[in-house]
């Protein structure tokens, strides 16, 4: 069993910068597959980024490519999400989530998922 918790959510202002981290506990991630997701209100959880286990592939969502850079350490079992240029749209709850597959981008693909961490964009 894998416990996940994100960290790194906020308020800001358009055009600014955020930092998500995913702790986990339970188990190493270095065999998993570590991928973000995110849900705003009224709306569908969408794929975010994905990370493969060896951390040499990544892969984004369109809406998300040249600001969102996901990363892994697997030395301190954590996963980051790095965001840039933040936008309104992009105010969402951010989810962590690990998976057994190679470079998984759909929600079904991950087996064990954080809490989430509330990301507000002000405009």
């Known amino acids: 069993q894998v416990q996940l918790i994100e960290s790194g959510g906020g308020l800001v202002q358009a055009g600014g910068s955020l930092r998500l981290s995913c702790a986990a506990s339970?188990?190493?991630?270095?065999?998993?597959?570590m991928g973000w997701f995110r849900q705003a209100p009224g709306k569908e959880r969408e794929f975010v980024a994905t990370?493969?286990?060896?951390?040499?592939?990544?892969q984004y969502a369109d809406s998300v490519k040249g600001r969102f850079t996901i990363s892994r350490d697997d030395a301190k079992n954590t996963v980051y999400l790095q965001i840039i240029t933040l936008l309104p749209e992009d105010t969402a709850v951010y989810y962590c989530?690990?998976?057994?597959?190679?470079?998984?981008?759909?929600?079904?693909?991950?087996?064990?998922w954080g809490q989430g961490t509330q990301v507000t964009v002000s405009s």
């Open positions: 989530a690990a998976a057994n597959g190679w470079r998984p981008t759909r929600a079904y693909e991950y087996a064990y």
């Open positions: 339970g188990r190493t991630l270095s065999s998993y597959a």
């Open positions: 990370i493969t286990s060896n951390g040499i592939i990544t």
